[in-house]
């Protein structure tokens, strides 16, 4: 009789190491999805500000993902910039609309982004497509559409 009470009460201590566990890493992967999604809605809020309003090449350059490179040679970086510099500077503050959606429930975060700038003689439409494959936030599909002259 008391070899069985021993031996329910270790059973009993392993079941609960084994729920604490699996809580943690439940826990552990709840906390790290909503810290990825606020950094992919960071970054796509930095993205469109950066291209839009700071109109920066380099940060451009370097954020393509493979599908951006394919998209994106250095020559239609170019033209893209210069099409953008067209416009001139935006007239009030660009606002970002979008969010994050994981592939798999908590992997493989993908985000859209849109804006829709006001310049001065016409307005536009910029949307973006980010994603976080591996160590970092990269573009991979960007879109800018200017709407028709006022």
Do not use: C
Not at 121 to 136: K, N, V, Y
């Amino acid at each position: 009789m008391n070899s069985r009470s021993n031996s329910s009460g270790q059973i009993l201590g392993i079941v609960i190491i084994v729920l604490a566990l699996i809580g943690v890493g439940f826990w552990w992967l709840i906390s790290t999805k909503q810290a990825m999604a606020k950094e992919g809605r960071e970054f796509g809020n930095e993205a469109i500000q950066r291209i839009i309003v700071q109109r920066d090449q380099a940060f451009f350059s370097s954020r393509l993902g493979p599908q951006g490179r394919m998209n994106f040679p250095p020559s239609a970086i170019l033209d893209f910039f210069a099409e953008i510099q067209k416009f001139g500077a935006p007239i009030g503050p660009v606002n970002v609309d979008g969010n994050i959606q994981f592939q798999s429930h908590f992997f493989e975060p993908t985000g859209d982004f849109h804006a829709h700038v006001n310049y001065a003689t016409r307005d536009a439409d910029i949307t973006i497509s980010i994603s976080h494959p591996e160590s970092r936030w990269q573009l991979d599909v960007v879109s800018f559409v200017p709407g028709k002259e006022r």
